[in-house]
């Protein structure tokens, strides 16, 4: 079906996408409810998206109208986009090569790949991008390959193995972890490197924390998920931010959405119920699943 840009009228892999979006939501509230029986449930019916040929993600094109936004950005707009600090530091902390395909070196340095710190004070900051690594190809150039992710085989397995490794599933976590590891490498069509996962800190068997590399690794396989990046961190902590140096938020990383003055306006009666429970309809107030 020539409207349906995710499936083709395949109703079985809707079936599947809904399911793993029930698991998926079902994990997110898992701090706060026991979802464990539902949980199981969803798993021992096993229709959900475990392979990549069920994945549901859109396929930009090189150029408009459905290119990613980068592909047509004017070059001042393109250079506001740098790296990370933080991803910096976690691409370095696990030599993953996905820096080369998700950025570029800095132009002052072709071997290197240098992040910015978020929230800096620009009154006091003065920066060269020359000295900062933009994004990748992929991104503009080479817009065409890109893919929205929508739900994935990965991230499915990334659930599974922390389902597991939290006692929520039955099961064993760690080829669930690896296999999600690897699947995220192909779609981002990086090469796996032959240690990566049996070596060094990506290794499920020696890492101290699971739940955080579970997390991290997550976290690294979405670069562009920017939503989902923000509620993980609220619902696990992982990965652990760097400080900032300004904030018009007092340093604090904003808990929650805060409803537009538009329900003010229209919907007052139910706006002011809740805002008395939110401080105020306060940025600063966690949703009733997340993890502080």
Do not use: C
């Not at 996408?17 to 021992?44: C, H, P, Y």
């Amino acid at each position: 079906m020539a409207g349906d840009i995710l499936f083709r009228g395949d109703l079985k892999k809707w079936e599947r996408f809904a399911n793993s979006l029930r698991f998926k939501l079902l994990m997110r509230i898992s701090g706060a409810v026991d979802v464990r029986a539902e949980l199981q449930a969803l798993w021992t019916a096993g229709d959900l998206i475990l392979s990549p040929e069920d994945d549901a993600f859109f396929n930009f094109t090189a150029g408009q109208p459905n290119n990613f936004r980068l592909v047509t950005a004017r070059v001042g707009d393109f250079n506001l986009f740098l790296m990370s600090e933080t991803m910096e530091g976690i691409l370095n902390r696990f030599q993953d090569p996905r820096a080369a395909r998700y950025f570029r070196p800095t132009a002052n340095n072709p071997q290197a790949f240098r992040g910015l710190r978020n929230g800096q004070d620009a009154s006091q900051l003065s920066i060269s991008i020359a000295d900062f690594s933009l994004s990748g190809r992929i991104f503009r150039e080479e817009g065409g390959a890109m893919r929205g992710q929508f739900l994935t085989s990965f991230e499915q397995k990334f659930f599974v193995a922390e389902a597991m490794q939290r006692g929520l599933l039955s099961g064993d976590p760690q080829p669930w972890y690896e296999a999600a590891v690897a699947e995220a490498f192909a779609f981002w069509q990086v090469p796996l490197p032959a240690t990566y996962l049996t070596q060094g800190p990506a290794a499920f068997a020696s890492a101290a924390d699971k739940i955080e590399l579970i997390m991290v690794q997550k976290w690294l396989a979405m670069p562009v998920n920017f939503y989902e990046g923000w509620t993980e961190h609220r619902r696990t902590g992982f990965p652990a931010l760097l400080p900032v140096a300004a904030s018009l938020n007092n340093g604090i990383m904003p808990r929650r959405m805060p409803y537009p003055a538009t329900e003010d306006a229209l919907n007052n009666a139910n706006f002011q119920q809740a805002a008395a429970a939110t401080d105020g309809n306060s940025f600063n107030v966690d949703v009733w699943w997340a993890k502080r």
